[in-house]
């Protein structure tokens, strides 16, 4: 296990083998630019309250990510976070190990690359972590490390703070999407709270590998103490992957999954990945904050019209969290498991029989009454260069059950059967048509050759018809939903 650890003091002049990506997966470094995601001072003696939730409410809709100034956690708390996780991660390996497990349901926990145990991964990340429960603190506070001396003061009194400042930034989002204060905090139950360390070493190749890739976030909302000396987050906007410039002293938000399912995706949770230094490392803190396990998570029905219909089954926490630990849905969202994907596939074609008279009707397509049992489209909505598998599931009442290769392939039957359907008509009618072109030109018939063009262009509405159904089949990825 400890040879899998790369906070061990020894520096790598090559990187192994299986740390390397597939040429389509590398970060192409050089072509990231920065951005500077908004600036949110919530200090509400000089900002009107209005006004912040209004930024607020603008920076998750645009963006899902934001960086807050005057939020509350003094600038010696957060230097003195920076030092503990520093000093950890320098222990020695043999003192590190105390906490080291590749189970992703232990309270405390060391370990490295991603969060599901590393063993089963083909392609590990370039970082360290240490990630431990922290609410409520007496119940998890004993098992923290306590060594450096002031592990558990230092992140005891951040955690508290930064859970904190997370319930009303979550009250402000809540207002924003003009439901009462406390909705979303409501939903979430009785929240948990995680912490997690993150040591990215420097990186002999960084342009081979990752510190951690693409991914969203799963809980509700993700504070961040980015290191703002070394570059490395980066999040994907209109299709592209940038730089998060941070402000100093400030720190950064981002939007997790939960929020995305219960705004009905008017705020997306932020796809991020980090990218690693060749010469120097860089450690950031996360505070997670989660939903009860048996949190129900839906869109709120406040924000669910005729325009805008539910996008989302409702689920369980619990069944969403074990979904995400049990590393099936690596490089994907797992929450656009729960889409409901309102297209060609998901309507009902009624597909009429007659070779001249083929055609396609959707039928009333009723995203809102879709009952327990039915069947919702699931797609795998990828980062860039990654590749995914079309799923389908079918949600039982508010949970929903994921696993689905049964209905992954039946779906692909039906659609294969449909294309070969329109195939046949389009053959038919090729058909048809050539002998009314020849006959028509023959007997110098203008009706007949005028028919022949009426059969053109049922060629073309077949062949529209089979473009659409081969494009249902496409998956979605960060660009296109
Ligand atoms: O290290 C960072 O800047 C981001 C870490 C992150 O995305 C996470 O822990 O979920
Ligand atoms: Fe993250």
């Keep these: 296990m400890a040879e899998t650890l790369l906070s061990t003091g020894f520096r790598f002049d090559k990187l192994p083998e299986n740390y390397i990506r597939p040429e389509s997966e590398r970060p192409r470094l050089s072509e990231v630019v920065s951005l500077k995601v908004p600036l949110i001072d919530l200090d509400s003696s000089i900002i009107n309250?209005?006004?912040?939730?209004?930024?607020?409410?603008?920076?998750?809709?645009?963006?899902g990510i934001f960086q807050v100034t005057n939020h509350g956690i003094s600038t010696e708390s957060i230097q003195k976070v920076f030092t503990v996780t520093k000093e950890f991660f320098q222990l020695p390996v043999e003192e590190k190990m105390r906490y080291y497990?590749?189970?992703?349901?232990?309270?405390?926990?060391?370990?490295?690359?991603?969060?599901?145990?590393?063993?089963?991964?083909?392609?590990?990340n370039w970082r360290d972590f240490l990630r431990f429960y922290s609410n409520p603190l007496e119940e998890f506070v004993n098992d923290w490390p306590t060594n450096p001396q002031s592990f558990k003061d230092v992140m005891g009194k951040y955690s508290r703070e930064s859970r904190e400042l997370g319930f009303k930034l979550v009250g402000a989002i809540s207002e924003s999407l003009g439901l009462e204060t406390d909705y979303i905090e409501r939903v979430l139950g009785k929240v948990s709270h995680h912490m997690t360390m993150n040591y990215y070493p420097a990186c002999p190749e960084p342009d081979l590998t990752f510190g951690f890739p693409a991914h969203t976030d799963k809980g509700a909302l993700t504070i961040l103490l980015p290191d703002d000396k070394v570059a490395g987050l980066q999040m994907l906007k209109d299709g592209k992957w940038f730089f998060v410039d941070s402000h100093p002293n400030s720190l950064l938000v981002n939007l997790g999954d939960q929020i995305q399912a219960l705004s009905n995706g008017r705020y997306k949770s932020v796809?991020?990945?980090?990218?690693v230094n060749s010469n120097q490392e860089r450690i950031s803190v996360g505070s997670f904050l989660l939903p009860a396990n048996d949190a129900v998570i839906a869109p709120a029905k406040e924000l669910i019209s005729e325009e805008s219909p539910a996008m989302y089954k409702s689920f369980i926490y619990e069944d969403y969290d074990n979904k995400i630990l049990s590393g099936?849905?690596?490089d994907e969202k797992c929450l656009e498991i729960l889409v409901f994907w309102v297209s060609l596939k998901t309507q009902q074609l009624r597909?009429?029989?007659?070779?001249?008279?083929?055609?396609l009707v959707p039928e009333e397509m009723e995203v809102h009454n879709?009952?327990?049992?039915?069947?919702?489209?699931?797609?795998?909505?990828?980062?860039?260069?990654?590749?995914?598998?079309?799923?389908?599931?079918?949600?039982?009442?508010?949970?929903?059950?994921?696993?689905d290769s049964e209905t992954i392939s039946r779906d692909a039957k039906e659609r294969s059967a449909l294309m070969q359907e329109l195939l046949m008509a389009i053959v038919l009618c090729v058909l048809f048509m050539s002998v009314e072109v020849v006959g028509g030109m023959k007997a110098n018939s203008l009706s007949i050759l005028t028919d022949a063009t009426h059969l053109l262009s049922d060629v073309a509405a077949f062949a529209i018809s089979l473009f659409s159904l081969w494009a249902s089949g496409w998956e979605a990825n960060p660009r296109q939903s």
């Excluded at 079309?390 to 994921?402: L, V």
Aim: charged share 20%; glycine share 8%; proline share 2%.
């Design 351 to 359: 597909v009429g029989r007659s070779w001249r008279n083929l055609f």
């Design 101 to 124: 497990s590749n189970d992703p349901s232990k309270k405390v926990r060391l370990s490295t690359s991603r969060y599901f145990n590393v063993e089963n991964e083909k392609v590990h």
């Design 370 to 403: 879709l009952q327990s049992g039915q069947i919702i489209e699931i797609h795998g909505n990828l980062p860039m260069g990654a590749t995914s598998v079309g799923m389908s599931k079918i949600c039982r009442g508010a949970t929903c059950d994921f696993s």
């Design 328 to 330: 099936s849905v690596v």
């Design 49 to 63: 309250r209005d006004e912040i939730v209004t930024q607020i409410g603008n920076a998750c809709r645009d963006f």
């Design 271 to 275: 796809w991020h990945r980090v990218t």
